[in-house]
Every structure is written in C-alpha cells, then in structure tokens.
C-alpha cells in the first residue's frame, strides 16, 4: 500500500521590527509537514500477485526533483556476504528502483549535492528481514549488524550531513529534555541535511532496543524521537 503526506505551505515570518525574516530562520522542524512515499523504491513486478504490489514510483530523485517529495521509506534486508538491499518481499515483489541500500542513498546524496539549501530530507528505514526473508535462505536477520547498517549510511553521507539525535539532544539527559529546553533545530540550520529513523514498532523488542537506545554517535534516530525514557511510542502527542 502506498500513501503520500500533504505539504505545508511555508510562507515568510514578519520580524519585530515590522520587516521581514526568512522562514527557515523563525520556523523550526517541527512546524513542517513534507510530502513523503511509502515503499519508495517500488517498481511494479512483472507478476502481481496481490493488487498492492501493482504500483510503480519515480525513482528517488525523480521525487525529489519533480514531485516535492521529502520523506523516503526503504525496506531493508541483509543479504549474507553482500549488504544491505532495498526491496519489499523475496521473490514475490523484489522490483526495485535501487537495489543497494548504498545506491538508494547515493541517488538522494547527489540530487542533494546539485541542490544543497534544500529542505531536510527525513529517510526511515524499515527492517523487513523478520516478514519473508525466509523464502530466501541467503538473506539474514539484521539483529547484530547495526553497526554494519551506521557503516553504510556513513559510507554515503559524511557525519556532518545527517541531524543525529546527539546534535538534538547536546548536553541534555534526554531529547525530550533538550526539545523542551531549546526546541527543535531551524529549518535554516537543517538545509541540506538529512535524518534517518527506523519505522519499525512490531519487531521484537530485542531489535527494537538499539533504536530506542540511541547509543551516542548512532546517526539514526529512534521513532518517535520525541517521547520519554528515551522516547516511547505512547507519548507521540507529547511533541514540545
């Protein structure tokens, strides 16, 4: 199933003075909403076996470019010896705009080159190895390679390009701490960044840690980022 969220018009902010101060400096990231995609990187198999497979979308920097796209959601498998892939399930539905984790990433890395005071892209990736992944015996669980996962995203993204949650978090105990304290990073700060989240809540706990966790220096951010003790899927209304 596929789904888009609405954009938000931005419009310029009147400062004090009676003048006018750009948007991305009074505006900060949570005020905005961002067209994103479900399933990205779909391409409609050549057989389609259920009627929500029968879908094709633009690559990435297609959306990028010409739909205003500014939200990716990339299907994560590992596949033994070779990485991470970007698909929706084995054998089935594997049609893809960008098989590698690393090209998927590389397409957004360029577009955002060519276009570097464009607005923060947020990238959720979605461990799928725990759906079908055993209808292919050379994919394997992601539990135990999230490091390989960071060394990826990495490999692509310098550090100072992706918002991580110690760049939010600072000296604070918690993000929500921070968050109340100083309030989200301006959209100003954020043009030509990027930010990783896992979107995946019914998973195991013991996949769920890590994100939740948030070990310092992990580019990606648990989902939400927001809540409490770190951050808990119950207090998602509680957004300062």
Not at 80 to 95: M, N
Not at 192 to 212: E, I, M, T
Request: aromatic share 8%.
């Amino acid at each position: 199933m596929k789904y888009v969220v609405l954009v938000v018009l931005l419009t310029s902010c009147s400062g004090a003075n009676g003048g006018t101060t750009s948007d991305t400096e009074v505006l900060r990231l949570n005020h905005v909403q961002a067209k994103g995609t479900h399933n990205s990187y779909h391409v409609e198999p050549p057989e389609v076996l259920d009627p929500s497979f029968g879908y094709t979308h633009a690559p990435l920097d297609v959306q990028l470019s010409e739909q205003g796209v500014r939200q990716f959601e990339l299907d994560v498998h590992l596949r033994q010896d070779e990485g991470f892939e970007v698909f929706h399930i084995p054998l089935i539905d594997e049609e893809t705009t960008c098989r590698k984790l690393v090209d998927c990433l590389g397409v957004v890395k360029a577009w955002s080159d060519q276009n570097p005071s464009h607005m923060p892209i947020m990238i959720w990736l979605e461990p799928k190895d725990e759906d079908a992944d055993f209808l292919d015996d050379t994919l394997v669980p992601i539990f135990g390679h999230y490091d390989e996962l960071e060394a990826e995203i990495l490999s692509v993204f310098p550090a100072g390009r992706i918002l991580t949650p110690d760049d939010v978090r600072k000296d604070y105990a918690t993000l929500p701490e921070a968050i109340a304290a100083e309030g989200w990073p301006t959209l100003g700060a954020l043009r030509g960044k990027v930010l990783f989240s896992s979107s995946d809540f019914p998973a195991p706990v013991s996949s769920r840690d890590y994100w939740f966790d948030i070990p310092e220096g992990n580019p990606a951010q648990c989902n939400p980022v927001y809540g409490s003790d770190p951050c808990s899927p119950n207090d998602i209304e509680n957004l300062p």
